[in-house]
């Protein structure tokens, strides 16, 4: 559907709006190269119209886009999400923005806490081969913390409303909700207020969910042209990690009992048994 046709339907007559939505439009034209977005295809217009608005805020109503598209409720949310990937469309999210969005300021100070802990965390337990392959300031990390400090402290949080605005693709959210539960328990919803135990694993679990983030981040700076760069760089990635677990493992072999010297004390002069 023509842009300009599917923003009169809508009711917006800002020429801004429709101007910057035609250019995302061409964008992703030329991005993508002729390659094509699958069932998300139908709704690439209706879904640069609402970054458009997004960019230039102006209010829109999601819902009616995602109807006017012809596309389900899910497949919208995710063309959308690429889309924004695909554009470079960039969205701020600071703590205290969350908090004001869903009428919780008074956790913004702990989500503020809770996340300068996990990159604490991160830094201190992850391989140091990848600890610059991870932008632990992006929007998904950001989330993922606020939504665990909510559910914590038992404040409702509508998760599509928290993600659709940052772009955020399901996999990548739970790859980094993932990395968060591993290495922050103590937030985990029904834990006691003293810190649990990790459990074994908790920081390959962190540094796989932290990994595929990265994977993510890197594919969408690469480009769908360059997937063979890609997947060399996520090859090279998965064996310089094997390769430093292999070092920290204890040696493999038969394991030999040692020997135990027992000596008994000495009897004293004069003693006997009676």
């Known amino acids: 559907m023509d842009i300009s046709m599917l923003a009169r339907r809508i009711g917006i007559s800002d020429r801004a709006v429709q101007n910057k939505a035609s250019e995302y439009m061409r964008l992703a034209n030329t991005r993508l190269a002729g390659a094509s977005m699958g069932t998300g295809e139908a709704c690439k217009a209706a879904a640069c119209l609402e970054l458009s608005c997004m960019m230039l805020q102006h209010s829109i109503d999601s819902g009616a ?18 889309l924004q990937k695909l554009l470079g469309v960039k969205t701020q999210t600071h703590p205290r923005d969350l908090c004001l969005q869903f009428g919780c300021v008074r956790l913004e100070r702990p989500v503020a806490a809770a996340l300068a802990t996990f990159k604490q965390r991160y830094v201190a337990q992850v391989a140091i081969a990848q600890r610059g392959t991870v932008a632990l300031n992006k929007p998904v990390f950001v989330a993922a913390i606020f939504l665990a400090v909510a559910q914590k402290n038992k404040v409702k949080v509508d998760k599509r409303r928290l993600l659709e605005p ?6 990548e959210f739970a790859a ?10 103590e937030l ?4 006691s207020a003293k ?6 694993g908790a920081e390959d679990e962190a540094a796989d969910g932290c990994l595929a983030v990265a994977a993510s981040a890197r594919l969408e700076e690469l480009g769908s042209s360059d997937e063979e760069e890609y997947d060399a760089w996520k090859t090279a990635m998965l064996e310089r990690r094997a390769a430093e677990a292999k070092a920290n493992d204890p040696p493999s072999g038969p394991l030999r009992q040692a020997t135990l010297t027992y000596n008994a004390p000495a009897r004293e002069k004069g003693s006997s048994c009676m």
């Open 65 to 82: 886009l995602q109807k006017h598209s012809g596309a389900s409720a899910t497949v919208y949310r995710n063309a959308r999400a690429m």
């Open 195 to 200: 810190r649990r135990r990790k459990p074994e």
């Open 176 to 185: 980094a909700a993932t990395a968060v539960a591993s290495l922050m328990p």
């Open 188 to 191: 985990s919803t029904g834990s």
């Open 166 to 171: 940052l772009g955020v693709l399901p996999t």
